[in-house]
């Protein structure tokens, strides 16, 4: 499955996701502790509080502690240059692997930087988990005890899908760790305790409440975040999440912020999504999941009302990926997955969890929507990619498309280049768009590349019209439009009021 997330659906709130990874030019000095007896976890089975009118977290910490550590990146230089930009000032865009602005469009000097985030220790034999984006572009990584032992780790694998990393090192003698609980029977509403090293302050602790569950901030096609007040900063990032009986239930990753501090939104990854990525990663150094190759969006009411579907759930494919699975199996953009398996699909997340869910080489059977028509379509099931990550007409040539709103141009050379399409992509390029009409309350954008009307493909701002026309003149009050935005297909939906010219 290679859903593609979308990247900003929060920043018009103005708000800005920030990983908790923190940088710094010098050492902190880390507290001492002594060592818990090294032969069981720090957390077993049974430990409680004790009852409080409020919750007393002095025996949880204190049992906890040793197990979490600071873990020190020293970066290559150009990925200590971007960090460096990066502290100036709150990020503005979304979620993992968060590509950031540099602010006012100014590049530091590149030098050597070090940058801090947090861990914790999950087996006597050195094994911590962290998040990647604490360890990536490292040229060497170093982990700090609570007892001030500094020692040099090694990757053993990093997902940067999931952001988990796991890391190993060598102190000679069995460390203390913590067990991972079941993040599944978290509620929101009941306590909870961050431990990190925010802005280098080592071995802090915060406590708050579980305030939701299952959150999906945008970050990637897996997100299940845990979602707490309990006030975690840059720094926080890979650092344990407890709840009341000392087990782990997640790692700290993320928050949503305004400034780049706390305002008492932050993220966790769930710590049974820890324990699957960790083993995997344990085993094989990397995560193998299951791939179809589609591109999947969300069903909007005027999506729906443009298609004809019935209600607003499932997979709609915005573009299926040349020579994958799916093209294979025969699936087509405007296609809308139903069920895998017969497990139901409500959202693209769904049909990204179960398909990463199937094993590479294993068949697996859709129920698809085509053309109206419910259909089963079996594909056999690939492996996902490790990440990598027209016409000749005069520029400036406009055909307004009726009641739409919407100017529309060739896709000449120079246009493909600025937009950076793919040879051989054909369609018509979204040139203006007129105030209040229909086009500009459905989202569309000058940029933007119309390549299908429906489930028709259109090669030129004629065809792009005309298939328009031809959708609305029966008693059609909506349009599903194929796009290409910022190299990604969407389907927008476009409610057109029929009594309206444009």
Known sequence: MNTQPQRHPLRRAALAATLLAGTSLGGFALGHA?????????????????????????????KVKPAVVSVTNKMQPTEAALEDDQQAGPMQQLPFPFNQMIPNGQH????????????????ASGIIVTNNHVVKGAKTLSVTLDDGTVLPAKVVGTDPRTDIAVLKVDAGHPLPFIQLGNSRDV????????MGNPFGLSSTVTAGIVSAVSRDIGAGPYDQFIQVDAPINQGNSGGPLF??????????TAILSPTGGSVGIGFAIPSDMIRT???????????????????????????????????????????VQPDSPAAEA????????QAVNGT??????????????????????????????TKDVTVKVGSLPNEQTASNGKPGHDERSGRIGLALAPLSPQMRDQLDVPDGTKGAVVQGVQPGSPADTAGLQPGDLIVGVGTHAVGSPAEAAKAMRNALSGSDHALALRVIRNGQPVFVGVTVDQAKEG
């Not at 709840?243 to 700290?252: A, H």
């Not at 025969?330 to 997955?337: A, K, N, R, T, W």
Request: charged content about 15%; overall charge negative; proline content about 6%.
């Open 34 to 62: 002594a060592w818990a007896d090294s032969t069981t976890p720090v957390n077993p089975p049974g430990t409680q509080l004790q009852a409080h009118a409020l919750p007393d977290f002095t025996d949880l910490v204190t």
């Open 108 to 123: 530091q000097q590149q030098h050597a930087m070090e940058a801090r985030g947090s861990g914790f220790i999950i087996a």
């Open 187 to 194: 509620k929101p509403g009941e306590w909870v305790v961050a």
């Open 243 to 252: 709840t009341q009986d000392g087990k782990v239930i997640g790692m700290n």
């Open 277 to 319: 990525v960790t083993a995997e990663l344990q085993k094989d150094g990397k995560v193998v999941r299951g791939y179809v190759g589609v591109e999947a969006q969300q069903i909007t009411t005027a999506t729906a009302e443009a298609m004809h579907l019935k209600e607003n759930s499932g997979a709609l494919l915005a573009g």
């Open 330 to 337: 025969g699936l087509q953009p405007g296609d809308v997955i």
């Open 344 to 373: 139901k699909i409500a959202t693209p997340k769904d049909l990204a969890m179960n398909v990463a869910g199937i094993q590479p080489g294993e068949q697996a059977h859709l129920t698809v929507l085509h053309d109206g028509q």
